[in-house]
């Protein structure tokens, strides 16, 4: 390969990589302004005037849909942490480890600890829907 591929490609790459790093932002930003709706719409039959049963199933419906929705961005990040190492994979595959290019990713531990993020946030999200949906139902106390 000459030196006009090997740039063609480290720029291809580097241009995917931030394609997936705006896929996820997108992905989380969607889900934050989801989730802060849920959780508004939660609080507000939690607090109203309503029948038990009533309560319950509209209590259920809330948590199980933002529980939904965490999961399937979890989802769509890990998908978009595959295609990057791929991308990053094939970087070292066609440029080598000592390549003229800069490389456009972090190796090794601070590339874990930049995805880190996303999947806490999904992930704590989760959780805050289970412990809502078994306070809702009265398993608390």
Request: net charge positive.
């Amino acid at each position: 390969m000459d030196r006009t591929e090997t740039a063609q490609v480290a720029t291809y790459v580097a241009e995917q990589l931030a394609a997936e790093r705006e896929l996820v932002s997108t992905r989380l930003n969607w889900n934050l302004t989801f989730q802060g709706f849920m959780i508004a719409s939660y609080a507000l039959v939690a607090t109203a005037e309503a029948s038990e049963p009533a309560r319950l199933i509209i209590q259920s419906a809330i948590t199980i849909s933002g529980f939904i929705v965490a999961a399937a961005t979890l989802a769509g990040v890990l998908a978009a942490s595959r295609q990057s190492d791929y991308l990053k994979k094939h970087w070292v595959r066609v440029m080598g480890e000592e390549s003229i290019y800069p490389r456009p990713f972090s190796m090794g531990s601070g590339s874990r600890m930049g995805r880190l993020p996303p999947r806490v946030i999904c992930a704590a999200l989760m959780l805050m829907w289970c412990v809502l949906q078994v306070a809702g139902m009265g398993l608390f106390g």
